[in-house]
């Protein structure tokens, strides 16, 4: 028996190596020197701004959101290595999954990075606490291609501190097979009707949007009566409502599981692809919209090669593949311009004029605020 | 470590060189973090001393209450399903009995995340259990977001802790105790309760500590199974650590919830000090 079991396990392991030894690239024996020129179509691409090599060799260190950048996958290009074979520019990347996980990173200390994409909050918190070198947008060549409407915003009114990447709206997403009418309104995630079908965020700061976004409330009141009956208003809706998710939401709404969300934009069209039942609706109430901009951190030791770095993020080309890869609004009118742009004509990334959203940002909310909600947010869920 | 203990001569088998490790260990990971857990509970943001954060826990009374309703009725299910398991596997014969730890084994090999993950498939509106009863006409039953959910989610995921204890001290069991009850003229019941159920009371009490722990203290199942809508003691403490950022209040609950642990341990293994005479029970 024992042998017997000895024997297994190492026919296992020999199985295993075998298989490794496949998947490694193929053994260059005698005759079989062929080069493969993996470089595909990267050349054809040209670029407007002026890029030289003079900094080839070094190293800059990027700090992103998870999946928010073409990375070669999926027939999308490869941007940090079409950069890095333009320039000679080394790429250190990294990802975080929360603007919040991000600022704690920085604010340890200990790190240098030389480009982090906040969103619009966290930039102005950033901002106001020094974290942030000045972005000099006037020599980035491309920076002319960023629309007009995401200049000048809140949080950085002069342009001094960061280079729009994407932008998104949260609207409400609906399943066109289990609700009979074609909702306008907040309203609907508190309908009775839809009793067990309703979804709403699983993190405080969201999940009060949508009730403040109804009652009509400013996203970041200093008023604390305001929120209480924000508050009440989620304790309300809790005794219909199906479950607080947040990734879920993809499988739920595709699957029929829940009729009605609020979600990102660009998240839905994803979600339409695999059931085409599912319809979105910017409510008439206004809603949450938030901008990731491009910054450059007080820590950056390569300041020269980091503004090459955005200037290329810029390249119309470049802002194309981002835009196509990751889904969200682009800021950059040599997108928006362009013709071969799946998603030009696309009426929830891009409302036509008239049908524009009201739209509201979150902003750095005092400290205190924060707390309160947060314990209003834990009574809610206890309720 | 040094030369002081001659009040208490060092065990036969201790070796310093072999238990060093065991000891810095311990220390880096259970000693220093309990006494982190302790400082954040007794203090506020700025680092000064305070009971506020202990004098809250009123506030998560009626949670605690769900928490340990609910692992108590886990731990309860868990031990029904494992005893009579753990005693007809003990008495299997080698082949079978292998097959059937290997049974209960291999699911734990897998995430214990995507375990309880693999349950919303199955227990979903639309997910394999309400599409089968679907086709033969029984409409959707609401089996997710329930209470029942919870509860599955924990015995599913815990049971094999609770099996595996009692069916190493059935094991243990000495048949020729069994064969003496037999000639004695014990019933078959009497059997179980005179001899089989004292002695392998050390793996029950055992399993029920493995089960319970972490039960009372789990988060990720009422959160995935439960919709996020029925909050568990666990879940208040991770919405401290992970969204909250009030570590304070979140160290002062889990200090609560540890002593709180320990209190009905003790309780627990008082009673069963009595039923086991050689008190051989084990602790936590």
């Known amino acids: 028996m024992k042998i017997k079991a000895f024997a297994a396990i190492v026919l296992t392991l020999i199985l295993a190596f075998s298989l490794c030894a496949c998947n490694e690239e193929p053994q260059r024996g005698v005759g079989m020197d062929v080069e493969i020129d993996f470089s595909e179509d990267e050349a054809e691409i040209e670029y407007e701004g002026n890029y030289t090599k003079e900094l080839a060799g070094t190293t800059i260190n990027v700090f992103n959101w998870g999946e928010y950048i073409p990375d070669g996958t999926e027939g999308s290009l490869d941007i940090n290595k079409a950069f890095t074979k333009l320039t000679g520019i080394k790429i250190n990347y990294t990802t975080y999954e929360s603007n919040e996980a991000m600022y704690s990173k920085l604010k ?8 982090i994409i906040p969103s619009d909050y966290m930039i102005e918190r950033m901002k106001k606490e020094g974290m942030l070198k000045k972005v000099d947008t006037s020599s980035l060549s491309n920076y002319k291609y960023i629309a007009d409407r995401y200049k000048n915003l809140y949080f950085d009114e002069k342009n001094e501190y960061s280079v729009p990447y994407c932008v998104g709206m949260v609207g409400l997403i609906y399943n066109s097979a289990m609700i009979d009418e074609k909702p306008d309104s907040w309203g609907v995630m508190w309908d009775e009707r839809y009793n067990d079908d309703i979804l709403n965020f699983n993190n405080p700061r969201d999940a009060f949007a949508v009730a403040q976004l109804y009652m009509g409330y400013n996203l970041n009141s200093s008023d604390l009566s305001k929120w209480d009956s924000a508050a009440e208003k989620l304790k309300e809706q ?35 692809d695999n059931n085409p039942d599912l319809e979105f609706v910017y409510p008439k109430e206004g809603v949450n919209i938030f901008v990731d901009s491009i910054c450059i951190p007080k820590s950056s030791k390569n300041y020269e090669a980091a503004m090459m770095y955005i200037n290329f993020l810029l390249e119309p080309e470049i802002a194309l593949e981002i835009a196509e890869y990751v889904m969200y609004a682009s800021p950059h009118t040599g997108v928006t311009g362009n013709e071969d742009y799946s998603l030009r004509d696309n009426e929830y990334l891009y409302p ?14 005092p400290e205190e605020i924060r707390l309160y909600y947060e314990r209003l947010w834990e009574e809610v869920k206890l309720h | 470590m040094k030369n002081t203990s001659v009040k208490n001569p060092k065990p036969k088998n201790y070796n310093p060189i072999i238990c060093t490790p065991y000891t810095v260990w311990s220390v880096i990971f259970i000693i220093v973090p309990l006494f982190m857990v302790a400082y954040y509970a007794f203090t506020d943001k700025t680092g000064a001393f305070t009971l506020a954060n202990i004098l809250e826990f009123p506030r998560y009374a009626k949670t605690f209450g769900i928490s340990l309703l609910y692992s108590v009725e886990a731990t309860i299910i868990c031990l029904i399903i494992a005893y009579p398991l753990a005693y007809f596997m003990s008495n299997m014969k080698a082949g079978p009995k292998r097959m059937l730890s290997m049974l209960i084994m291999v699911p734990m090999w897998m995430n214990f995340l995507i375990r309880t993950y693999s349950w919303i498939t199955i227990l979903a509106r639309t997910g394999i259990i309400n599409t089968l009863l679907g086709k033969i006409g029984i409409g959707p039953l609401k089996l997710i977001n329930t209470p029942g959910a919870i509860i599955l989610g924990m015995v599913y995921n815990f049971l094999p802790y609770m099996i595996l204890p009692i069916y190493t001290a059935m094991l243990k069991l000495d048949h020729s105790l069994l064969e003496a009850a037999d000639d004695l003229g014990a019933s078959p019941f009497m059997r179980l309760r005179k001899v089989i159920l004292p002695l392998s009371m050390p793996g029950v009490i055992s399993g029920i500590t493995m089960v319970f722990v972490p039960c009372v203290s789990t988060f990720y199942i009422s959160q995935k199974l439960g919709g996020g809508k029925t909050m568990l003691i666990g879940d208040v403490i991770e919405m401290q650590f992970q969204s909250a950022y009030n570590y304070n209040l979140g160290a002062s609950i889990s200090l609560v919830l540890m002593v709180l642990i320990l209190i009905s341990l003790a309780v ?13 029970g084990l602790i936590i």
């Open chain 1, 238 to 272: 809790k005794t219909i409502l199906q479950s607080y998710v947040m990734d879920e939401i993809f499988q739920k709404m595709e699957d029929g599981e829940a009729a009605i969300a609020p979600y990102y934009a660009g998240d839905f069209l994803l979600m339409k």
């Open chain 1, 108 to 115: 340890g200390g200990g790190v240098s990075y030389d480009i």
């Open chain 2, 268 to 280: 627990m293994n008082h009673f069963a000090d009595k039923d086991d005479e050689e008190g051989g």
């Open chain 1, 352 to 365: 036509a004029e008239e049908n524009y959203p009201k739209v509201q940002y979150f902003s750095d909310i």
